[in-house]
């Protein structure tokens, strides 16, 4: 299924660089122009989407999920 | 209280750019290298953090609430 | 941006009934199959995204958010 | 210490229908009315609620952490 | 519905101390003997779980949502 | 990088107390004065962080993610 948009604020398109397989989740390195995202998704995820090294991707946090410190 | 380093794989480092207030919970609006991140947070933790527009702020988010999309 | 698939497990396709629009988040009631499936997300991101009642939309979870209580 | 009542608005009753166990997260799946409800959680949760095929669960999530994306 | 147990790994029992409503999300302060316990959620569930100054609750999180920082 | 103050509003000064170590994810066992808090993070920012049993931490999570249950 093929969705239009989605309101994550914080989105960074990009390539896998990376990806370590676990059992259970898998931890999935995201080269973007921001620098590498990281992401911790199920490992049967990564199969179903068919991630690989150079799949294009789309990495997106909601904004609650974000956390502010100060310098 | 100082921290030195935080667990957060994903860091970005900028300013504050824009803050809308709410009675609660508060929008904001991050300037990054990587584009504009966005967080919503307690209105009670921007008051304590001091944020204003120009505030040189640290965005962070935990691997495990990235997701993943294919383009 | 369009993007052919999510990662996250969790997916309900359904329609916007209720709408409850705050100064900074919103709540967004979504009627699907499953039932009613809430969602709470930033109010720019309802107006992004043109919700209205009756609205096609796809709420989605990722599996580390889905907490389990024993009966 | 049992509780008569959660915060979470998203709430779905079910059967645990498959488990896979890693040495630190876990898989949980649950059949639900709603269609299959996967959540990831520590393995020691999943020993200490004694969950098992078959053992009744309820799946939750808080409305924030729901997104919405448009179809 | 009552649950005999949840997956959560991090409860704090304690009472409610103080509620900031909003007109989507409200602030629940909770009062416990590791210290005061801050809470975000929707202002309807609030309202449905009758939450009130000195009502006693429990506060709970998932471990994946707790990050760690090096002091 | 050494932040001076985090958004979190709920913070947990403790020791490590116990690691369990994953291909892809840890558990993080914290001694704090509220009693045990336990996380889930990397594996990598286990190293990164040079977490070992002793080392003091801060352990810290969004309001937005805590949940609220009626005793």
Known sequence: ???????????????????????????VEIETPAGIVTSVITTRSVHDLGLEIGTDVLAFVKATEVSVAKL
Chains 1, 2, 3, 4, 5, 6 share one sequence.
Do not use: D
């Open 1 to 27: 299924m093929s969705v239009s948009s989605i309101n994550a604020r914080n989105q960074f398109r990009g390539k896998v660089k990376a990806l370590i397989l676990g059992p259970v989740v898998s931890e």
